[in-house]
Nanobody, 124 residues
């Protein structure tokens, strides 16, 4: 299994930007799909964005399309989530997750490596 650790969360005003990073270690990073998920209080964990090994295939939740961008640097074993035009409803704990595979999958089930999460708070 690969191990992952997020960084980059924080408090930002509505309309602002944040970049989350997720560093992976332990296995061949390019064998893994990488995803960003989030969970707000009282809500289920949901996929925000997912990227395949080469970056040629991605998934975005409808709520973040056009505002968030997922990318990865396989040489650095790192995946990023650039979040622009943030809204208060983006407030949540954001998790990085990994699973082996080729086809992009957006359901949390099946991702077997999870980080501890990083809090993102967007004030209005």
């Amino acid at each position: 299994q690969v191990q992952v650790e997020e960084s980059g969360g924080g408090l930002v005003q509505a309309g602002g930007s944040l970049r989350l990073s997720c560093a992976a270690s332990g296995r061949t990073f390019s064998d893994y799909l990488m995803g960003w998920f989030r969970q707000a209080p009282g809500k289920e964990r949901e996929a925000v964005a997912v990227i395949n090994w080469s970056g040629s295939s991605t998934y975005y939740a409808d709520s973040v399309k056009g505002r968030f961008t997922i990318s990865r640097d396989n040489a650095k074993n790192t995946v990023y989530l650039q979040m622009n035009s943030l809204k208060p409803e983006d407030t949540a704990v954001y998790y990085c997750a990994a699973r082996r595979g080729i086809i992009v999958v957006s359901t949390p089930r099946g991702y077997d490596s999870w980080g501890q999460g990083t809090q993102v708070t967007v004030s209005s």
